[in-house]
C-alpha cells in the first residue's frame, strides 16, 4: 500500500507560480520503483492528466495545455515528487491529485493504481 499526501496549493494570481509537492510513503517503500504523475480535476470536469515522470526521472511526459509552463520532478531520497507550475492561467484552477503506480525504472504512464487526496490551486485573473 501506498500513502501519498500533497501539499503546497493555495490562490495565485494569473501569471503567478506554485510548486507542489507530494510525500510518498508505504511499508518496505522505495520510491524509484513507481512512476509517479499528476492529475487534476476541475469543477463540472473530468480528472485530466497533466504530467507524469519515470521511476528514476530520466523520462517525463506532459499535456499540451501545460508544456514549457509546468514541470514535473522527483527526489528519490526524500520520497517526494514536485510539479512546478509557471504563468498559471485561470484555466489551471482544480484539484491537483499526486498518483502513483508500480512500474520499471524508465516508464511514464497516464493511469494509476494510487492516489492522494488532492490540494486546491486556484488561478484568479
Known amino acids: 500500500q501506498v500513502q501519498l499526501v500533497e501539499s503546497g496549493g493555495g490562490l495565485v494570481q494569473a501569471g503567478g507560480s506554485l510548486r507542489l509537492s507530494c510525500a510518498a510513503s508505504?511499508?518496505?517503500?522505495?520510491?524509484?520503483?513507481?512512476?509517479m504523475g499528476w492529475i487534476r480535476q476541475a469543477p463540472g470536469k473530468e480528472r485530466e492528466f497533466v504530467a507524469a515522470?519515470?521511476?528514476?526521472?530520466?523520462?517525463?511526459d506532459y499535456t499540451d495545455s501545460v508544456k514549457g509552463r509546468f514541470t514535473i520532478s522527483r527526489d528519490n531520497a526524500k520520497n517526494t515528487v514536485y510539479l512546478q507550475m509557471n504563468s498559471l492561467k485561470p484555466e489551471d484552477t482544480a484539484v491537483y491529485y499526486c498518483?502513483?503506480?508500480?512500474?520499471?525504472?524508465?516508464?511514464?504512464?497516464?493511469?494509476?493504481?494510487?492516489w492522494g487526496q488532492g490540494t486546491q490551486v486556484t488561478v484568479s485573473s
Open positions: 508505504g511499508r518496505a517503500f522505495s520510491l524509484s520503483l513507481y512512476a
Open positions: 515522470i519515470s521511476g528514476i526521472g530520466s523520462n517525463t
Open positions: 498518483a502513483a503506480r508500480r512500474s520499471g525504472y524508465y516508464d511514464t504512464h497516464r493511469e494509476y493504481d494510487y
